[in-house]
């Protein structure tokens, strides 16, 4: 059995300048009397912005692997993002926000391996247009061996999301076609015909520990994890105006602290390319499945 000591040292160490650059990388909106509402995870606001802080957990998408010194992997990633129902998108209010933008969330990510198994991991969207909503989303990993024994690794993780996703949830024009006259009188004088600019802000760290294993003489790599995320998510409503923002409508925070799991597998095709999937389930909140593409270039 082969303890890392530099991993503890190095999770530590990551911790306190990440949550610095994640405090100040938060979007600051212009200053106004605009109300701030908490809401709870369990709260139907709450449970939205839970929704959505979940998909963005920057959780396994194959099996973690740690690799020799200098090796890097170069990834892509593809996510599930299951529609909600018209419940759950109502959030306790008269009108549906416009939550099912897309079907799919994805993302490139570059690893780099150094001594002792350690492996840090950087991945981001940048801000494409997808269905009508602007994804702008980093995240760290740092990650490495804690435990080998011939059969099973224990690889603990710690990771953070920021940046945030603007859409027209409030406020889209697809209420002015909805044959709704409640929907088209909103859009008209609390729209004032404009689609709002809303933005969905994850400031999120998570810690996980994952066990994987080794099939098929090393070609196939299952694995099975547990974490647990602190959720800092804010939902800033950005109905337009001829002028601006209409600062009548709230900025709304969700603090809170959940449980998650993750089993999946992962196909060494060949020394280049391995090609992985995971289930991720966070009770109360979303089950989706991902899958991973990475080219690793193994180090000297």
Known sequence: MRHSRPLLVALLALASPLAAQGASASYVPPPSSRAIEYHAISDPEGALMGYYSALLIFAPDGAPSPAKPWTV????????????????????????????????????????????????????????????????????????????????????????????IQAPITCNKNLSTSGNESFEFYWATVCNARESTDRLEPNQWSFELNATGSWLEGRLLPF?????????????????????????????????????????????????????????????????????????????
């Open 73 to 164: 992997d170069l990834a892509v990633n593809l996510g599930y993002v299951p529609p909600l129902s018209y419940d759950q998108r109502t959030a306790g209010r008269d009108k549906p926000e416009a939550t099912n933008i897309t079907a799919v969330f994805g993302y490139p990510k570059v690893t780099l391996w150094f001594p002792y198994h350690i492996g840090l991991t950087a991945a981001y969207t940048p801000p494409i247009d997808v269905g009508g909503g602007k994804p702008y989303i980093y995240a760290f990993s740092l990650e490495g061996l804690a435990v080998s024994t011939p059969s099973i690794d224990i690889v603990p993780r710690i990771t953070y999301t920021g940046g945030y």
């Open 224 to 300: 099975a994890g547990a974490g647990v995320v602190q959720y800092k998510t804010t939902f800033d409503i950005q109905v337009q105006t001829g002028n601006g923002i209409d600062t009548d409508h709230p900025i709304l925070k969700m603090n809170s602290t959940e449980g998650y799991g993750m089993l999946g597998a992962t196909w060494v095709a060949s020394p280049l390319w391995r090609f992985g999937g995971a289930l991720f389930w966070e009770p109360g909140s979303v089950f989706t499945g991902r899958l991973s593409a990475t080219l690793r270039l193994n180090g000297k």
